[in-house]
């Protein structure tokens, strides 16, 4: 459950951390995306994926051991 809901997390968090990152590192007009700001698109988006798809598996893993006691 966590791998699944990693990659739907990160599908859609792509545009919403391109545009986070445009915010915190603007690029002037122009002007050619620094590697910096894919970096940072990457890494944002990585992580929180990665963050989110945790929690879930252990939410998923709760559940079931509640379910495994009753």
């Known amino acids: ?4 809901t990693a990659s739907l997390a990160a599908s ?3 545009e919403q951390a391109e545009g986070i990152v445009k915010s915190i ?3 002037p007009a122009n002007q050619p995306t ?3 700001n894919h970096w940072t698109n990457f890494s944002l988006t ?6 989110i798809g ?3 598996a252990v939410i998923t893993g709760i559940v079931l ?3 495994r006691k009753r």
């Open 1 to 4: 459950m966590g791998i699944s």
């Open 65 to 67: 051991d509640i379910g």
């Open 46 to 51: 990585f992580g929180l994926s990665v963050l």
């Open 25 to 27: 590192l603007p690029v």
């Open 54 to 56: 945790i929690v879930s």
């Open 12 to 14: 859609a968090l792509t």
């Open 34 to 36: 620094p590697a910096l």
